[in-house]
């Protein structure tokens, strides 16, 4: 399992089986939130807050959360003060972690990812322990039945897309984080429809787990941590070859 794309790809069918018991919901709700709060309540001049919406609807999340989350962040309900909080540390076999979380009460939060890791053979650390070693780019990833390569490369390059990947389902297109929106709309315009759309801490170089036991404890890191109620994003720089992972689910 090499690469942000197929960890990429788990994570969006992982959503959409959150989705239905709507805990990837109450996340993009608290996005939307805190966008709105920060920008603005209209998508339309604030593109953090539009690409929220746009991932809530991705996972059908139903217009009157969207509409009610946008009215927490600007007031116009009553909401929670949620911060935001990041976190950093170490997983098995020595792996960089990153994670962005949103929480009402921090005092509750830290000890819990704390936990998180220690159970998954990890360590929390220090804030900018990790940190160097991934860059933030948006990432926009594409299904190979929506577009022709050639066609899709050409249109994400002239729109500021500094590279993009083939994989075996999708394409991974990279972008400055400050152009993702521009992408996104260039591809839009063409009626191209994305699996995913949103700024990520890419990984400058990736450490190999080929253990197949230190490889369990990297995605039960993983799982634990994205399945926590405050915890927003969460990446990593492992690399687990596929025979690998295809144990590990076979199990």
């Not at 919406?53 to 959360?65: A, H």
């Not at 690399?239 to 590990?248: R, S």
Request: proline share 3%; glycine share 10%; hydrophobic share 40%.
């Amino acid at each position: 399992m090499a690469g942000h794309s197929k960890w990429a790809g788990i994570k969006h069918k992982k959503a959409i089986i959150d989705a239905k018991r709507g805990k990837i919901f109450t996340k993009i709700a608290r996005e939307i939130t805190v966008a709105s709060r920060l920008g603005g309540p209209d998508p339309a001049s604030n593109p953090r807050l539009r690409t929220a919406v746009l991932k809530g609807r991705g996972v059908s999340m139903p217009n009157d959360n969207i509409d009610r989350a946008i009215k927490k962040g600007s007031g116009d309900l009553d909401g929670v003060a949620y911060k935001e909080v990041s976190y950093e540390g170490y997983g098995a076999g020595g792996i960089a972690v990153m994670v962005e979380a949103m929480t009402d009460n921090i005092n509750r939060t830290v000890p819990e990812i704390r936990s998180i890791f220690g159970k998954a053979g990890g360590q929390m650390g220090e804030n900018g322990c990790v940190s160097w070693m991934f860059l933030r780019k948006g990432v926009i990833i594409v299904s190979r039945d929506e577009a022709d390569e050639d066609s899709l490369m050409e249109t994400a390059l002239e729109a500021g897309a500094e590279d993009m990947t083939a994989e075996a389902e999708v394409y991974e297109i990279h972008t400055p984080a400050d152009d993702l929106e521009t992408v996104r709309e260039a591809l839009e315009a063409k009626g191209i429809k994305m699996e995913s759309v949103e700024v990520s801490m890419i990984p400058q170089n990736t450490v190999a787990v080929d253990d197949i036991d230190q490889a369990r404890k990297v995605m039960r890191l993983m799982d634990n941590l994205e399945d926590h109620d405050d915890v927003q994003n969460v990446w990593a720089n492992f690399d687990i070859p596929d025979e690998i992972m295809e144990q590990i689910e076979g199990s």
